[in-house]
């Protein structure tokens, strides 16, 4: 079982990883590489991080937990809530590209973070969680256009928002694009069932 990430040493070694990912490349970067740099010996990576992956999947978690204070916030709900949150996160991957890069291309094989091991559950699957209950809020007060379940729409809108990433980063599109591809995207599938999109959501200042 790995340590709890509240170690001054787990910070460093994230810390560290994303640095050298963010000059090499994930696949450029080696465990050895990362311990060497932060002065933590090998064995006591494993400690905090069971594999080089874990890496990818705290910088996730911390993406998505931006993302949330953001709508916290702003003390917005419903459909007002899944804009900002999608806008906020497309903002904060937007500005790592090459780890961006690297979370969507392994997305389908990251681990749950070792800094979110008291949720145990994946990224995608606390996002798409959190989407339901934002649509359970909002659409009993909604006239959707076609009949609209909220497990199949948060699930649609999860990998909108995580497939619209992939593309993005594939396009090389500029920083900026990525925010409007999926605001755009998110606000399509809302408007087919109902929910107001008029509303200028916004991210951090």
């Known amino acids: 079982m790995y340590r709890a990430a509240s170690s001054e040493t787990f910070e460093r070694l994230f810390q560290t990883a994303v640095s050298l990912v963010r000059k090499a490349g994930y ?3 080696t465990v050895s590489q990362i311990t060497q740099e932060a002065g933590v010996s090998k064995g006591n990576f494993f400690n905090y991080f ?4 874990h890496v990818l999947s705290e910088s996730l978690r911390r993406s998505v937990d931006s993302a949330f204070e953001a709508v916290r916030l702003q003390g917005v709900a419903g459909a007002e809530a899944i804009l900002v949150f999608s806008r906020v996160l497309a903002e904060v991957l937007a500005t790592d590209r090459v780890v961006t890069e690297a979370l969507v291309f392994h997305l389908s094989g990251l ?3 070792p800094g979110g091991a008291q949720v145990m559950v994946r990224e995608e699957e606390r996002i798409r969680s959190w989407l339901e209950a934002r649509l359970d809020e909002a659409l009993p007060v909604s006239v ?3 009949p609209a379940d909220p497990g199949t729409l948060a ?3 999860t990998w909108t928002i995580l497939g619209t990433s992939d593309e993005w980063v594939r396009s090389e599109a500029d920083r900026e694009a990525l925010q409007g591809m999926i605001s755009g995207r998110v606000e399509f599938l809302l408007d087919s069932v109902g929910l107001p999109t008029d509303t200028d959501g916004g991210g951090p200042s």
């Not at 069971?50 to 992956?53: E, F, G, I, M, Q």
């Open 155 to 157: 699930f649609l809108l």
């Open 50 to 53: 069971p594999t080089k992956a």
């Open 111 to 113: 681990p749950t973070s």
């Open 27 to 29: 696949e450029g970067v």
């Open 144 to 146: 959707p256009l076609v």
